[in-house]
């Protein structure tokens, strides 16, 4: 594993990009990683475009910058795919997962990658139907660890537990951990 892996994250305002940034960085500290995980604020609105991103190393991390060259892409909205170029900087090696019903061969063409590995997961879909709101974050998350090996699933679902038992009914909790579980298990990719 490289020194630093970089994630960026792009979503709208209220899809939970800022937070799914936030839980993968503490998922990777329980791991005893060194971790950043930020938002990029402008004059964002509910539902305007988005970034936040994310860094994990085994040593002190001292940059403190957006992230430019991301080993990994992660799209909370495929709308974006339509206006903004969410590859900049991905390298050939690097990891595309988007939020979308489309297979990662439709989204190859439709961004016209040759290389890349493309991982898709309708997140959405599984967020509507297990916790009756479309909020993709915590299902992106899963997937993202199918997609990159990063971290134990188990990691991330214990780090949910810690941050959210508090704060949500067991019945929102759960379903968090059932549409990570879920989205892990539907992620596909090439």
């Known amino acids: 594993m490289k020194d630093v892996i970089e994630i960026r994250w ?7 990009a800022k937070t799914a940034a936030l839980l993968l960085a503490e998922s990777a500290l329980e791991e005893g990683k060194y971790i950043q995980g930020f938002p990029e604020y ?3 609105r509910m539902g305007a475009p988005m ?6 190393s085994e040593s002190p991390i001292t940059l403190h910058s957006n992230v430019r060259n991301p080993d990994a892409v992660v799209v909370l909205d495929s709308s974006l795919l339509d206006t903004i170029d969410v590859v ?9 997962l988007i939020n979308t019903s489309q297979s990662p061969q ?3 063409q439709k961004l016209n990658l040759k290389k890349r590995k493309v991982f898709t997961v309708d997140a959405s879909s599984i967020s509507l139907g ?4 479309n909020l993709p974050n ?8 199918k997609a990159t090996d990063l971290l134990g699933i188990d990691t991330i679902i214990s780090a949910i537990k810690h941050k959210f038992e508090k704060k949500f009914s067991s019945r929102i909790l759960e379903g968090n951990i059932q549409a990570i579980r879920r989205a892990y298990e539907e992620a596909k990719g090439e």
């Not at 792009?10 to 939970?16: E, L, N, P």
């Not at 297990?130 to 709101?133: A, D, E, P, V, Y």
């Not at 915590?138 to 660890?145: Q, R, S």
């Open 106 to 108: 439709e989204i190859r």
């Open 130 to 133: 297990i916790l009756g709101r």
């Open 138 to 145: 915590t299902p992106m998350l899963g997937a993202l660890i």
């Open 42 to 44: 402008g004059p964002e």
């Open 88 to 96: 900049d900087g991905l390298p050939e090696e690097g990891v595309l």
């Open 10 to 16: 792009h979503g709208r305002g209220g899809q939970g």
């Open 51 to 56: 970034r936040s991103f994310t860094r994990i």
